[in-house]
C-alpha cells in the first residue's frame, strides 16, 4: 500500500507545478527593474545645461543641507507630463526638485517647461543616458530621494500620481 | 480630388504621438570599436546582458536608444581597459542579477544549482540500491 501511495508522488508534483504555473499566469507581471543603488552614495557626475533657462546639474547640487529629489524625465515622455503637477505641488510645498532630461532637445525642454510648468531648480542634460545607467534607473519618469550626505535613499518608478505625494514627503521628511 | 489625396498622404505621415526621443544615438551605440579583439570582448559581453525596457532581448540584440547608451557605457569602458567582468559587476551593482544574462551562484541563485545535484546523487542512490540489491540477490542464488 505504501509503495502505491509512493506512485502518486509524480503526478502531485506535477499537478503542483501546473498548478503554480497557472497562478502565476493570471498574476500581473512586473515590469520594473528597481535600481540597486538605494542605499548607495549618489554617483558624482556633472552635467550640461538641459536648455539655457537653468543651470546644469551635478552631484555637488544634491548633496548637502537637506534632503532633494531627483527627477529623471524628458520631454518625449507622455507620463511625464501627468506628474508634472504633482512635481509642482511638491515644489511649493518647498521641496527642491533636480531635473535630469534624458537624450532630449534644448528646444523640446524649453516648450515642455512653458505647457506644463517648471518645478526644477536645474535640469542636467544627459544626452547618453549616463547618469541613469549609474544611478540604476531604467526609464522615464523615475524620482529619487537624495538625502543631505548625498545617499540615495528611495526610488519611485513611473509617474508620481496625486496619492503618491505624501509617501514622497514622507521619504523626504525621513532622510532628514 | 487633389486635396483629397494630400489629405490621404498627409494621414499615412502622420507621426504616433512620441513614445521614445529624436536623439541621435551615443557614438559607440551602433559604431564598432577598431581593435577587433576589443570588439569581440564587448560583443560577447553585450550578447549578455539584459536590455531594460526590453527585457527579453539583450542590449546587443536591442534598437531601444537606452540599449544603445548601454552598449556605449560597454564599448567606451572596454576602451579604456576594464574588464568584461568588472563591467558586468558594474551593471549588476546598479540593476541586480537581473541584468546579467550570465547566471552567477548567489543567495538567491543558489536552489538552481544545488537542485540537480541533489537529484542526480538521488538517482544515484537509487539506482546504487537496487543494483546493489540485484547483485546481492543473484549472489544469493548462486
Known amino acids: ?176 | 480630388m487633389i486635396r483629397a489625396i494630400v489629405l490621404i498622404f498627409a494621414a499615412l505621415l502622420a507621426v504616433p504621438a512620441l513614445a521614445q526621443d529624436t536623439m541621435p544615438p551615443a557614438p559607440y551605440a551602433y559604431n564598432q570599436l577598431e581593435d577587433p579583439r576589443l570588439e569581440a570582448e564587448a560583443a560577447a559581453l553585450m550578447g549578455t546582458l539584459r536590455c531594460l525596457k526590453c527585457q527579453s532581448q539583450s542590449i546587443a540584440d536591442s534598437d531601444a536608444p537606452m540599449a544603445g547608451d548601454m552598449r556605449h557605457q560597454v564599448r567606451t569602458r572596454i576602451l579604456a581597459g576594464e574588464s568584461p567582468e568588472h563591467i558586468r559587476a558594474w551593471l549588476i551593482a546598479r540593476y541586480g542579477d537581473y541584468v546579467s544574462y550570465n547566471p552567477t551562484i548567489s543567495a538567491s541563485t543558489w536552489p538552481l544549482f544545488a537542485v540537480p545535484v541533489l537529484l542526480i546523487l538521488i538517482v544515484a542512490a537509487v539506482l546504487l540500491r537496487r543494483l546493489g540489491k540485484h547483485r546481492g540477490d543473484e549472489s544469493g542464488a548462486a
Open chain 1, 1 to 176: 500500500m505504501r509503495g502505491r501511495l509512493f506512485l502518486w508522488v509524480p503526478l502531485a508534483l506535477f499537478a503542483f507545478i501546473a498548478g503554480v504555473a497557472g497562478y502565476m499566469l493570471t498574476q500581473e507581471k512586473d515590469e520594473f527593474v528597481e535600481s540597486a543603488m538605494i542605499g548607495q552614495p549618489l554617483p558624482d557626475f556633472a552635467l550640461k545645461p538641459a536648455f539655457v533657462g537653468l543651470p546644469g546639474a551635478a552631484r555637488s547640487d544634491l548633496v548637502g543641507g537637506k534632503p532633494r529629489l531627483l527627477n529623471i524625465w524628458a520631454s518625449w515622455c507622455l507620463p511625464c507630463i501627468a506628474e508634472a503637477p504633482q512635481l509642482e505641488a511638491l515644489q511649493a510645498q518647498g521641496v527642491e526638485i533636480v531635473g535630469i532630461a534624458i537624450r532630449d532637445r534644448p528646444e523640446d525642454v524649453a516648450s515642455f517647461l512653458t505647457r506644463y510648468g517648471n518645478p526644477y531648480s536645474r535640469i542636467g542634460a544627459d544626452d547618453i543616458s549616463e547618469v541613469q545607467l549609474a544611478i540604476g534607473s531604467s526609464g522615464v519618469p523615475e524620482t529619487f530621494v537624495i538625502d543631505a550626505a548625498g545617499v540615495i535613499r528611495y526610488q519611485h518608478i513611473g509617474d508620481i500620481r496625486p496619492e503618491h505625494v505624501p509617501g514622497l514627503l514622507a521619504e523626504l521628511e525621513k532622510a532628514k
